[in-house]
């Protein structure tokens, strides 16, 4: 059984930074690309960032580019999403998923796709 889960969220002034981590269990011996999304409240769900398995290709919405990094460490089988310069309009809840493929679907040449498995998200609350 797939499963991840999301860690590192919490309150960060603005133009601070965060971290986040996606732990992944149950994975069979080929990793699959993971994706980072967020929901605001209110707010329909967008996509944040995308790392596939197969080249290390890494993807990020024009909203958060040159801001957030989105790293991998396959013997951990962990992503990360390192978030810099962080501004109010980045609060939210944000959710790693995977669509059990080795790409990124949505992003790039490739059709968006489901997204299979979802953490439990965790919340990001940029304030003063």
């Known amino acids: 059984q797939v499963q991840l889960v999301e860690s590192g969220g919490g309150l960060v002034q603005p133009g601070g930074s965060l971290r986040l981590s996606c732990a992944a269990s149950?994975?069979?011996?080929?990793?699959?690309?993971i994706g980072w999304f967020r929901q605001a409240p209110g707010k329909e769900r967008e996509r944040v960032s995308c790392?596939?398995?197969?080249?290390?290709?890494?993807y990020y919405a024009d909203s958060v580019k040159g801001r957030f990094t989105i790293s991998r460490d396959n013997a951990k089988n962990t992503v990360y999403l390192q978030m810099n310069d962080m501004k109010p309009e980045d609060t939210a809840t944000y959710y790693c998923?995977?669509?059990?493929?080795?790409?990124?679907?949505?992003?790039?040449?490739?059709?968006?796709?489901?997204?299979?498995?979802w953490g439990q998200g965790t919340q990001v609350t940029v304030s003063s």
């Open positions: 149950g994975f069979p011996r080929h990793y699959y690309a």
């Open positions: 998923a995977t669509p059990f493929l080795d790409y990124c679907p949505g992003y790039g040449s490739y059709e968006a796709l489901p997204y299979e498995r």
């Open positions: 790392i596939s398995s197969s080249d290390g290709s890494t």
